[in-house]
């Protein structure tokens, strides 16, 4: 088992993280009824995308001595209707190293195939922008 959910009532949920303890909670979004306290459960899977691109280029560029600590990203999750559903998730990442062509070629092909990516719906449009200052 991974995590435990719990509906804790007035739109909230609570995750436990099994193996660490760790706890997230979620709110229904403001536009569903919901207090937006928390990330959305929808909040939740965009920013997974982006947490996982970034990982995933930290773990692979190890092995090209790629270093991205101190990269972000800022996301922002488009929603679209009949069926309620993440339409689009737009994510700028943001990378504070000078890298080659050739890394950072490696870097978004990286991103663009990370496990996230890969096994979200092939209709969700993943925008990802790259930024190197």
Do not use: W
Not at 14 to 32: C, F, K, R, W, Y
Request: proline share 4%; hydrophobic share 35%.
């Amino acid at each position: 088992m991974t995590s435990k959910i719990t509906y804790t009532g007035d739109l909230r949920c609570s995750a436990e993280h099994l193996q660490s303890g760790t706890i997230i909670e979620s709110d229904a979004p403001t536009d569903n009824h919901g207090k937006g306290e928390k990330f959305s459960p929808t909040d939740l899977c965009a920013t997974s995308l982006a947490e996982c691109a970034l990982t995933t280029v930290a773990i692979l560029g190890k092995e090209h001595n790629i270093n991205i600590d101190g990269a972000s990203c800022t996301l922002q999750k488009i929603m679209k209707g009949e069926p309620r559903r993440i339409g689009e998730i737009v994510c700028n990442f943001t990378f504070s190293a000078d890298f080659t062509e050739k890394e950072r070629a490696f870097i978004e092909e990286t991103a663009h195939n990370c496990p996230v990516a890969k096994s979200l719906h092939p209709e969700l449009v993943q925008t990802m922008i790259f930024i190197y200052q």
